[in-house]
């Protein structure tokens, strides 16, 4: 009987392994990818990132001290916070890729700036930002301290976290204004503009979920198609029109943004005259679309 026990759990353990291996592979690659935006791009053009990374490389600038000592001083009451509301394993994620930004801004070789074109930098500098936090968000951790709290708000507001992100860094990116001047100040906000949209498509990746509301005299037919050609539920509500007062069928389903133009060709096919209503989803629970808490 124990043997049998420990033969069910070790591929278990093994699976949980890999997974914590995998975690920590991308929240590597998502720190050194965010440190190559800073010191190849962002501050040779002396743009900042938002958060705590941009009042430590404001502090840097100032005195002309390591960056990479600004950073792991500045987040370390944040790694404390993350530890007491979030939990043991987030906290150790938070404080390894903090650690890995740190370390890389230090000792990864400086060749100068990929480009001297401030309009190239801002766009480039963003992507790249986008991209590494999008990286260490999906596999559990983050680069910055304020999004500990930006994913910790995002577990009870609709809003997704590159919006929360946005939210806190229009004051801080405001500030470097006094700084390195009023256009630059401009350009790191243009340039956060673009990483927040990419830390959403990266760090809630393809699958993102939007809700339908469709109107249609065949909602039967339609209703058949979309289960059977996009493998999705339906459910069908009945409504009365407000002018004509006759009664309605409504379809609603939940698909992924992939789906989206593969749905319209449908309903385009079926029924040219449908009506439908596209909002995107926030929050999934139950069913296909269940977020997987990482920690």
Known sequence: MTNDIADSTAPR???????IALNFLGITAGALIMAIALENVLIPNQLIDGGVTGIAMMISHMTGLSL??????????FLYFGYKQIGKSFAISVTYGILILSLATTFIPHHGAF?????????????????GVGIAIRSGGC??????????????SPFSVGQIILFMNL??????????????AMYSLIAYFIAFKTIDLVSEGFNQTKSIWIISDKPDLLGEKIMFRLGRGVTYLNGRGGYTNDEKQVIF?????????????????????AFLAFSNMSEISGGNFKKQDIH
């Open 115 to 131: 480009t001297n074109d401030t309009l190239l930098a801002t766009v480039l500098g963003g992507i790249m930002l986008g991209i």
């Open 253 to 273: 389903c939940v698909i992924s943004r992939l789906e989206e133009a593969k749905l319209k060709s449908i309903v385009k096919e079926i029924d040219p005259t």
């Open 13 to 19: 353990r093994t699976a949980g392994l890999k997974k």
């Open 143 to 156: 680069l910055d301290g304020s999004e500990t709290l930006a994913i910790m708000f995002n577990k009870k």
């Open 171 to 184: 004051f801080i990116l405001g500030s470097a204004s006094f700084v390195f001047g009023l256009d630059r």
């Open 68 to 77: 990479g000592l600004f950073l792991f001083i500045l987040n370390l009451p």
